[in-house]
Antibody, heavy 125, light 110 residues
Framework: EVQLVESGGGLVQPGGSLKLSCAASGFTFSGSAIHWVRQASGKGLEWVGRIRTKTYTYATAYAASVKGRFTFSRDDSKNTAYLQMNSLTTEDTAVYYC????????????????WGQGTLVTVSS | QSALTQPASVSGSPGQSITISCIGTSSDVGTYNFVSWYQHHPGEAPKLMIYDAIKRPSGVSNRFSGSRSGNTASLTISGLQAEDEADYYCCSYAGSNIWVFGGGTKLTVL
């Protein structure tokens, strides 16, 4: 079964840091880009960013709202992607999802066919 | 990059058809055919319903269809069923390795 499982969420104070993980199984993780999407309570989905594969030098892209504060990484040997979040504000409080396109990175798929269940990040003093 | 514009809510009776619009700009929906739609039941993972504006993934009911014209994409659900009640989001590639979602539409089946 193709699966993505997020972990690492929790309560953090404003200005603090947190690192989320996205563990993958059931597909060739090293060949897939991984995207992160978040949803604040009562709000819509917001694209956070993406990390590509080794073939594409692990290129990253970030939404303007998180650029300079969030960093994506991945460990293909562990089939896991990471989201390092720094300088957190209350505006970053949300459920964070990892998701992936259906095709191998670079094959031209722009949609997301598998999603995790999400992990809740709460930024509060 | 601004969020795509969707109606906050739509409703319909069982058996009826509804359409949810997704208004973008010439920088996203108007330029790229890479519009996708997701069904999201609270507490669950979003589910892909339409991709490339008009294509339906295997396993998705043919009651769901998509279209795109100019800067607007649309999702139509025909033969509404109780289980269709959910939040629906459009998403578009916006160039320069950026994606943008719509604000979401809450569908109520009366």
């Amino acid at each position: 079964e193709v699966q993505l499982v997020e972990s690492g969420g929790g309560l953090v104070q404003p200005g603090g840091s947190l690192k989320l993980s996205c563990a993958a199984s059931g597909f060739t993780f090293s060949g897939s880009a991984i995207h992160w999407v978040r949803q604040a309570s009562g709000k819509g989905l917001e694209w956070v960013g993406r990390i590509r594969t080794k073939t594409y030098t692990y290129a990253t892209a970030y939404a303007a709202s998180v650029k300079g504060r969030f960093t994506f990484s991945r460990d293909d040997s562990k089939n896991t992607a990471y989201l390092q979040m720094n300088s957190l504000t209350t505006e970053d409080t949300a459920v964070y999802y990892c998701t992936k396109p259906p095709l191998t990175d670079g094959s031209g798929s722009y949609q997301f066919d598998v999603w995790g269940q999400g992990t809740l990040v709460t930024v509060s003093s | 990059q601004s969020a795509l514009t969707q109606p906050a809510s739509v409703s319909g009776s069982p058996g009826q058809s509804i359409t949810i619009s997704c208004i973008g700009t010439s920088s996203d929906v108007g330029t790229y055919n890479f519009v996708s739609w997701y069904q999201h039941h609270p507490g669950e993972a979003p589910k892909l319903m339409i991709y490339d504006a008009i294509k339906r993934p295997s396993g998705v009911s043919n009651r769901f269809s998509g279209s795109r014209s100019g800067n607007t994409a649309s999702l139509t659900i025909s033969g509404l069923q109780a289980e269709d009640e959910a939040d629906y989001y459009c998403c578009s590639y916006a160039g320069s390795n950026i994606w943008v979602f719509g604000g979401g539409t809450k569908l109520t089946v009366l």
